[in-house]
Structure formats: C-alpha cells, structure tokens
C-alpha cells in the first residue's frame, strides 16, 4: 500500500480558534505536521496540508463536546511496507494524545486562546486519495458611476413694450389750472361782497353807444 495516502484527523477540546492569531497559527499548523510525523515515523515533508503544503496542517474551529475547539487535518502518505491501519496503531496511544495536548499549552500558554483544560477528544486516520483544495479568490470589483449634471439656466426673455405716442397737431395740450385764491375785503356786516367785475374797453364802448341812443330817442 506504500505510495497511497490517508486522512490524519484530531479534534482537541477547549480552544478557540477564532483568538488565534496569524503568527500562532502558523506556528501551530508547522508544530503538528511535525508531531504526525514524528509519531508516524516519517518524513516532515510527507505530512501535507489540504492545499499540498508540505509539513504542514490546516486548522479549522470545530464544536467538541459541545464546546468550542479545533479540528487538525493534514494527509500523510504510507510509506512502503505499512498501511493504514499500521499507522493507526502508532496514533491512538496517549502518548499521541499528550504530545498534541502539551504542544498546543506550551503555544498559547494561559491565552484566551485556551478556553479550559486541553484535552485530545479524537484521532482518526483513514484512506483517502488527495485532491488539493483550491484556494478561494474573491475578486471585488469597484464600479466607479460618474454622473453628470448639467444644469441649464432657463432663458427668461423680457419683452418690452413701448406704447407709440400718437400726438394731434390740433388738439390743444392738456394744462392743469393753479387755483387762484382773491382776497376780497370785507364790509361792516360782516358778508363777503363779490368783486366788483371791470369791464373791457369794447364793452365801455358799447355801453356808451347804448346811451347816446336812449339819450336821443328822449329828445
């Protein structure tokens, strides 16, 4: 069965992965390609993540118990002259358990990282062709929308209108009279007596005509 691989899973209680940082992360997964190894008796670089990194695991956070805790996967491949079931003896002994147990406090030491007592819950190994994962690209697409305004100035046309001036050569222009205020004296009784009204010379003249001919008719 030499040349095959299998599937190494270990679950171990009481870690949050989510408080694990970049830097502890990868000095966790390195930490237990190398313990799979060693327990197993093979090469580091045989122990491969799920991308194909060698001596390497992935880390993923997993419900243990019903508590929080991580799950351990790498694949491993059988060297030549074992099997699976071979390996399987070599990993479900306490010492395995007291290996990874040990690892993981002296790493994060008392972080919050550590939830409770450390505690291997399950190992597990079977057959298994590897098929490499993937790594996921998210491709984020910024459309940038200009939109233009254009704003019009509304045209207001003013229109003004002359009136034409219409002027008659025979009409007579328009005068606004003054009043004319008379003083006229007053007499004893106290009425104001009317002016007394000073005739033209063409009037004298007819009167005088007027009197020549009564005085003439009486003679």
């Known amino acids: ?35 799979i190894s060693s327990v197993l008796e093979v090469d580091e670089t045989s122990v491969i993540d799920l991308f194909g990194h060698p001596e390497s695991s992935t880390l993923a956070a997993a419900m243990v118990g019903g ?15 074992s099997s699976a079931n071979a390996m399987a003896e070599k990993l479900y002994t306490d010492a395995m358990r007291e290996l990874i147990e040990e690892t993981i406090k002296d790493l994060f030491g008392s972080s919050s990282v550590l939830l409770g007592r450390v505690g291997v819950q ?29 704003t019009t100035q509304p045209t207001t046309a ?13 009409q007579e222009p328009e005068f606004t009279e003054a009043a004319t205020t008379t003083d006229t004296p007053s ?16 009037a004298m003249f007819m009167w005088a005509s007027l009197i020549v001919i009564v005085h003439n008719s009486f003679f």
Do not use: C, W, Y
């Not at 994962?133 to 491709?139: I, R, V």
């Open 1 to 35: 069965m030499g040349g095959a691989t299998a599937r190494v899973t270990i679950q171990v209680l009481n870690v949050d992965v989510v408080r694990i940082s970049g830097s502890q992360s990868s000095a966790l997964r390195t930490a237990m390609a190398r313990n």
């Open 67 to 81: 508590r929080h805790g991580l799950k351990i996967t790498s694949f491993v491949t059988v060297p030549d002259g």
């Open 122 to 150: 399950a190992v597990a190994i079977k057959p298994e062709p590897f098929s490499p994962l993937q790594p996921t690209t998210t491709l984020t697409t910024s459309t940038k929308t200009t939109i233009s305004s254009t």
């Open 158 to 170: 003013t229109s003004t209108s002359t009136a034409d001036e219409h002027t008659t050569r025979n």
């Open 187 to 202: 007499h004893g009784d106290g009425f104001m007596g009317a002016a007394a009204p000073i005739l033209s010379h063409r």
